[in-house]
Nanobody, 122 residues
Framework: VQLQASGGGLVQAGDSLRLACAASGRTFGIYGLGWFRQAPGKEREFVATINWMGRSTYYSDSVKGRFTISRVNAKNTGYLQMNSLKPEDTAVYYC????????????????WGQGTQVTVSS
């Protein structure tokens, strides 16, 4: 599976963005999907994950209630809707796919997209 993340940009605090993760291949639907982010000088951190059927989700405490992860397997695409953005959300966002559903550890994901920059100004 090859992944490509898109949708990042420069926004102001309080704005919204929707990231997309486009997957190639016919097996996207069997993988759990996760979003991670990495800010300058910091380690990559877990943001959200959704299981292969799209029925279960899990979020980090820092984004819970503001971000929503979803997927449309028929379109081989996953999404991360980000609302009420804060300056501390500024990071490169990566999507990832893996066999283990609802994983929060980056090492449990087998496939990674190239990342998309999200910058939130105050």
């Amino acid at each position: 599976v090859q992944l490509q993340a898109s949708g990042g940009g420069l926004v102001q605090a309080g704005d919204s963005l929707r990231l997309a993760c486009a997957a190639s291949g016919r097996t996207f639907g069997i993988y759990g999907l996760g979003w991670f982010r990495q800010a300058p000088g910091k380690e990559r951190e877990f943001v959200a994950t959704i299981n292969w059927m799209g029925r279960s989700t899990y979020y980090s405490d820092s984004v819970k209630g503001r971000f929503t992860i979803s997927r449309v397997n028929a379109k081989n695409t996953g999404y991360l809707q980000m609302n009420s953005l804060k300056p501390e959300d500024t990071a490169v966002y990566y999507c990832a796919a893996g066999r283990n559903d609802l994983s929060t550890g980056s090492s449990l994901y087998d496939y990674w997209g190239q990342g998309t920059q999200v910058t939130v100004s105050s």
